[in-house]
């Protein structure tokens, strides 16, 4: 029988994806402290047979202690870019699964509040100086799995944190201190605590390497610039262990975790060199990154470093221009002197994202009809964050969301005979949407199905396109673009029931419910305004969506929320408006079908979750004949 989860459970459970480990949490509690402007933050990490005890103490701000600051979301700021904790997830979900206290002196109020079996007290506090020290303890003491595994993994989490506070130290002016019981396990270098140097300046002293060759790239949208150890420094020899590249990633304010661009980073630098790498994102055009990082392999690094050996002003490669040879300027903060380097590679690099690097974007497969029975359809899950811009095809079995392991792609190509055989990819093959704009249309299959040819890595893959599927998820996007609120008032009020943690959700986002069509009274109570879209009135359910979006932080700027009565419409009016399996289509069609489907955000499943387009592949090294 099934059962439909409790809160309380669900909770739970978002709270295991929100604090998964120890690392996760010391990291919540340090963003927490940056947040409030420390300028010193301790942490203690207390073990004792097997129990572990958390302390973490900062100079910040301290905590506003009022009544929603335990409650989901009640800590959030959003709208705050500069911000790490943004979504106020952290103290909300630590209630959940640990005791805690917190004495936090705010702006002279000093507040004491003791978090035990999910029941909160708050007391007058004792802390004298300006800040937050916070103790967690029995941290999912109630999950005895859970429990064990962190109590297994601790010292490789306290790595992790190490790794961690190194980063801030480079962004954040910080005296850090981190001990494992009586043992100091990192302390802010006594030669960059509350010193103005740049981040590149904290790089080398952070990581110790005072012998090195800097070289930059510079995008439309970032800086990149790499500091290069030369062969026998000091830092090679101490720990070979450590990564050969890493870095940070930053805006300036604050460290922005990007692993798609931290792997194409990895990837782009082919050097036998230890890298240490400075990227500030000027703007946050991940695409346009992406795709300019891509070109950094185009470039002769080892001739650059070669020129280079007499430590002058760093060489200057500008990847804005997929033609441009040579670099012109350089960042500020390096000088205004640079060389000119030619590039010395001169092969093809395609202009994409690399279908290794999109984890997350994993599609699953299912079987839809014995015709398929040799066919992996692929269909995006609609509860993962996938890149719009790229599907990952690659085989899944029975678990959907896990990494493939040892599952090879047997790809049904055609070859210079024009016979149909077999292609092995070891780890994947991507479609992007480019590439959906240069599928060759061969003919229609089975009045239902557009065959489809691509040219890519040296062969012609087959693609099946499902008619129907493709035509909805054209029409869906193009009713949803026009989709356009208009106001409504109430000539009788309409009463609505709130919390007042949603109405305190109101008041501090005014502005996103009115945008969505709704207006209230002055207390909340009552709604005098409410979104119509055609011949519909929307009410309290919307607002209430409206509010959970906002809980959950998904939420976009200047944009409006697609009701989920309203997706439902859509999504139907789509379908009845598309070409049915059956229709026999001419080549002007099938062309008019795949060239929309390329030009939409959301090519790859309709709205209902059938797949549009999948990779025609061999099963059981069978060829189809």
């Given at each position: ?9 669900s ?22 402290s ?9 942490i ?10 958390y ?19 009640g ?7 500069n ?16 005791d ?9 109020i ?9 029941e ?9 100086s ?18 064990n ?10 790595q992790?944190?190490v ?6 130290n480079?962004?954040h002016?910080i005296q850090?201190?981190l ?8 302390n ?44 026998g420094?000091?830092?090679?020899r101490?720990?070979?262990k ?8 930053h ?23 230890r ?5 500030e ?7 346009t990154?992406?795709s300019?990082?891509?070109?950094i392999?185009?470039?002769?690094i ?10 002058q ?16 300027q ?44 040799d ?17 990952n ?68 893959h ?10 909805e ?29 949603d ?7 005014m ?8 207006g ?8 005098i ?40 419409l ?18 002007q ?37």
């Amino acid at each position: 029988m099934i059962k439909i989860l409790s809160n309380e459970d669900s909770a739970i459970i978002q709270t295991e994806q929100i604090l998964p480990d120890i690392h996760r949490l010391i990291k919540e509690m340090i963003h927490n402290s940056i947040d409030a402007q420390a300028t010193s933050i301790t942490i203690t990490i207390c073990t004792v047979d097997k129990s572990i005890v958390y302390l973490i103490e900062d100079n910040g701000t301290g905590i506003e202690v009022n009544e929603y600051f335990l409650m989901k979301g009640g800590t959030s700021k959003y709208g705050q870019n500069n911000m790490y904790g943004y979504k106020g997830m952290t103290l909300y979900s630590l209630k959940l699964v640990s005791d805690f206290s917190i004495n936090t002196n705010y702006n002279g109020i000093k507040k004491l509040i003791n978090a035990k079996s999910r029941e909160v007290s708050v007391m007058q506090g004792y802390k004298d100086s300006k800040g937050t020290t916070i103790s967690i303890s029995s941290y999912y003491a109630l999950n005895p799995i859970r429990y064990n595994y962190l109590l297994t993994n601790l010292n490789k989490n306290i790595q992790y944190i190490v790794e961690d506070i190194r980063k801030y130290n480079t962004v954040h002016n910080i005296q850090f201190k981190l001990y494992k019981n009586q043992s100091i396990l990192y302390n802010t270098l006594y030669s960059i605590a509350n010193k103005p140097l740049s981040i590149t300046e904290r790089i080398i002293q952070i990581y110790n390497i005072p012998n090195s060759v800097r070289i930059v790239f510079k995008g439309k949208y970032f800086i990149l610039e790499c500091i290069i150890e030369k062969e026998g420094g000091k830092s090679a020899r101490s720990n070979k262990k450590e990564k050969r590249i890493q870095g940070v990633i930053h805006n300036k304010s604050r460290i922005l975790e990007k692993s798609s661009v931290e792997k194409a980073v990895q990837s782009g630098l082919t050097i036998s060199n230890r890298v240490f790498y400075n990227l500030e994102i000027l703007e946050d055009k991940e695409i346009t990154i992406l795709s300019e990082i891509s070109r950094i392999s185009k470039y002769n690094i080892e001739e650059a470093l070669a020129q280079n050996e007499k430590n002058q002003p760093p060489v200057i490669f500008n990847l804005t221009d997929e033609n441009n040879e040579s670099a012109s300027q350089q960042s500020t903060e390096i000088g205004n002197s640079a060389r000119i380097i030619k590039k010395a590679k001169q092969e093809e690099v395609e202009n994409k994202i690399p279908a290794a690097d999109l984890e997350k974007e994993e599609i699953a497969s299912k079987k839809s009809s014995k015709t398929r029975e040799d066919i992996i359809t692929l269909e995006k899950d609609s509860s993962s964050q996938i890149n719009e811009s790229e599907c990952n095809v690659s085989e899944i079995h029975d678990k959907p969301h896990s990494k493939v392991k040892d599952e090879r792609i047997q790809a049904i190509v055609i070859d210079k005979n024009e016979c149909l055989t077999t292609h092995t990819y070891e780890s994947g093959i991507g479609l992007t949407i480019e590439e959906l704009s240069k599928l060759v249309i061969v003919g229609q299959f089975n009045n239902g199905f557009i065959i489809c040819t691509l040219a890519k890595e040296g062969n012609i893959h087959m693609y099946i396109i499902d008619q129907h599927a493709a035509d909805e998820a054209v029409n869906y996007e193009q009713l949803r673009s026009t989709v356009v609120y208009k106001k409504q008032k109430l000539i009788q009020p309409m009463k609505v029931k709130l919390t007042e943690y949603d109405m305190h959700v109101i008041r501090e986002n005014m502005e996103y419910v009115k945008r969505n069509g709704f207006g209230l009274n002055a207390e909340l109570t009552e709604l005098i305004e409410v979104p119509s879209y055609e011949d519909r009135i929307y009410g309290e359910s919307e607002l209430l969506e409206v509010i959970e979006s906002i809980k959950e932080d998904n939420i976009e700027e200047g944009k409006h929320i697609i009701f989920t009565e309203l997706r439902r419409l859509l999504a139907s009016k789509a379908c009845r408006s598309s070409i049915m399996i059956g229709d026999v289509l001419n080549m002007q069609q099938m062309s008019k079908i795949v060239s929309s489907l390329s030009k939409t955000t959301r090519p790859w499943n309709c709205p209902h979750g059938r797949p549009t387009i999948i990779l025609l592949q061999n099963r059981k090294n069978r060829v189809f004949r």
